[in-house]
């Protein structure tokens, strides 16, 4: 990988790669870009198959980070760390702190939290070194159910911009990946009358939603040849693919997963031919980092829920966008993340009052 000439096209403006031999930690912190308030974005613990595997992930996630913070209207930059490793590792406790002890030492330039791999309770041993990390278990906690609420309402935007109506009841969708965002997203299109097919790795996870909401269970494999309303990933990203787009037999994919187009500008458009309504991810799970921000804000989980449900007035603006500029609702969505990015990076700075005086 050519490093500097990958960050220079997607636009980054810091990488910094961390090991810690004691622990054995090895972590990549991606800063994508802070114009709009310090880089947040959660930490991700995997078993990467090698070094640039990860180092990718970072920045297309730190990438993301800045668009989805941008169009969820929060004052906040796009970052995301990666820690490479077995993330079922019973001795985190000073594995995270190595973490917490790297992002410390960035001075507030990025602010992590949970994600793939991570809890709560992991996010409480990077506190124990830094206070630039939220999602602590005895703050906002898990953000899952306030992300599965704006995906949630995405399903339900994007029903009202097909169907005309925004009503799931008789709808089938589709859910892969049953962690607790897709849990809890399976738990609301229950509660509104969809009929649900899933598939995740872990048996137990898929027996918990068959005896709860009567979904029907299928294979990893079989999955996107099932005949639904709506697919809804939330997995792991790059799920939309040459292999995958072809077998799909639905009319919206819209999930809580991240970066699901593995080419966005080849398979955002393979996708439009076969007239498939994409939701783009980033506007569809910004409910997580809405909940992270009510805790740097200060906010109820109430008033968090009440932004996540935002997100059914944005996704509706994103697909007028689309059609009025007739460009592909990805598109769209980065002009509108743009937009916002470049509308403070244009405002008049008016400090410092006098020269500084050292």
Not at 139 to 156: L, M
Not at 251 to 260: D, F, H, P, R
Not at 294 to 299: D, T
Request: aromatic residues 8%.
């Amino acid at each position: 990988m050519k490093i500097f000439d990958t960050v220079a096209d997607l636009g980054h403006e810091q990488v910094v790669l961390c090991y810690d031999k004691y622990t054995g930690y090895r972590g990549i912190i991606a800063i994508h870009d802070t114009t709009l308030g310090p880089a947040l974005g959660g930490t991700r613990f995997w078993n990467y198959a090698n070094e640039d595997e990860a180092i990718t992930d970072a920045l297309r996630l730190a990438r993301g980070m800045t668009y989805k913070n941008a169009v969820a209207g929060l004052n906040l930059g796009g970052g995301k760390s990666v820690i490479i490793g077995d993330n079922r590792t019973a001795n985190r406790e000073m594995l995270f702190r190595a973490h917490g002890r790297f992002v410390e030492s960035l001075g507030g330039r990025y602010v992590t939290a949970e994600d793939v791999g991570t809890s709560t309770t992991d996010m409480d041993y990077v506190h124990m070194e830094t206070e630039y990390v939220a999602g602590l278990a005895n703050r906002s906690g898990d953000p899952s159910p306030v992300t599965a609420h704006g995906v949630f309402r995405a399903i339900e935007a994007s029903a009202q911009h097909r169907w005309g109506s925004s009503s799931l009841k008789g709808k089938t969708v589709i859910v892969q990946g049953l962690g607790n965002v897709g849990t809890y997203l399976c738990n609301e299109l229950h509660e509104a009358g969809a009929k649900l097919i899933v598939t995740d790795l872990r048996q137990e996870r898929v027996d918990h939603a068959v005896k709860s909401y009567g979904a029907v269970a299928t294979t990893d494999s079989a999955i996107y040849s099932q005949k639904a309303d709506i697919f809804a990933p939330c997995a792991l990203g790059a799920i939309l693919n040459d292999d995958t787009i072809p077998q799909l037999k639905v009319e919206i994919v819209c999930g809580g997963a991240n970066n699901q187009l593995l080419e966005p500008k080849k398979h955002g458009p393979a996708l439009e031919k076969r007239s498939i309504l994409y939701a783009p991810d980033f506007v569809t799970n910004a409910g997580g980092v809405i909940n992270v921000y009510s805790e740097l804000a200060g906010w109820t989980r109430e008033r968090a829920l009440r932004k996540a449900d935002e997100i059914f007035d944005t996704l509706l603006g994103v697909y007028q966008i689309a059609k009025e500029t007739g460009v592909l609702t990805y598109d769209a969505a980065d002009k509108l993340a743009e937009r916002r990015v470049a509308a403070v990076r244009g405002l008049v700075r008016t400090w410092p009052q006098w020269p500084r005086k050292s």
